[in-house]
């Protein structure tokens, strides 16, 4: 099983590139979202520790984002209830698509979390910041200051660059992505099936 690891920025357009290599796709953000709706232990242990934020039945984003606006340490406390579930789920995955050729890992805390080995490959997703801002603002829920420490609590654009094999320029323009993509798939696979 050959592990893709997708890195760029926020909203730089990773899950689109991820989709793109038509392969099982592990997409953290989707996992949170339903850990945050479904999960009842991952719902106490945030309710515990944020009593005054923790209003509704589910936990919300926009409850968190009062208690990371309340304190930027609360995101890390959230972040130490929620990344184990999110291995867990992640580990399930590789064992369910065990026979794939293929598998994509589409996680923002990627490196952060040391969730790679060097038998990784990964590719950067390179976009113009004036549109990703512009297509972040769109976003329901779109709260600048929480994007702003998402980005602080991540390793620089330039070090994920760095230690990628990979990167793909996005325009968001899908047909010369597609193309690119379609290269890279066929690049690594004949690396790994030469070693």
């Known amino acids: 099983m050959i592990k893709i ?6 909203g730089a ?3 689109f590139v991820a ?8 997409d953290a953000d989707k996992e949170v979202r339903q850990i945050y709706k479904n999960d009842k232990s ?8 944020f009593p005054q934020f923790i209003k509704s039945k589910t936990i919300k984003k926009n ?13 890390k406390k959230i972040s130490d209830i929620v990344h184990p579930i999110v ?13 794939k050729q293929i598998v994509l890992l589409d996680i923002p805390l990627l490196v952060e979390n040391k969730l ?14 004036e549109e990703i ?35 793909i320029k996005n325009n968001f323009k899908p047909l010369g992505l597609r193309k690119e993509i379609k290269r890279i798939k066929k690049e690594i696979l004949n690396e790994r099936s030469s070693s």
Not at 5 to 10: P, S, T, V
Not at 20 to 25: E, M, Y
Not at 42 to 49: A, F, P, Q, V
Not at 116 to 129: A, E, G, Y
């Open 5 to 10: 690891g997708i890195l760029g920025d926020i």
């Open 63 to 75: 409850e968190l984002g009062v208690a990371i606006k309340a304190n930027k340490k609360n995101l």
């Open 133 to 167: 801002n512009k297509r972040l603002k769109k976003r329901p829920n779109y709260n600048k200051n929480i994007i702003d420490d998402l980005r602080k609590s991540q390793k620089s654009l330039t070090y994920k660059k760095k230690i990628s094999n990979y990167v």
């Open 13 to 15: 357009g990773k899950s």
């Open 19 to 26: 989709k793109q290599f038509r392969s099982p796709v592990f």
């Open 116 to 129: 790679n080995d060097k038998k990784f490959f990964l590719i950067f997703v390179q976009s113009n910041i």
């Open 87 to 99: 291995r867990k789920r992640m580990n399930l995955f590789f064992k369910k698509n065990k026979h």
């Open 42 to 49: 991952c719902y106490k242990n945030i309710k515990k520790k």
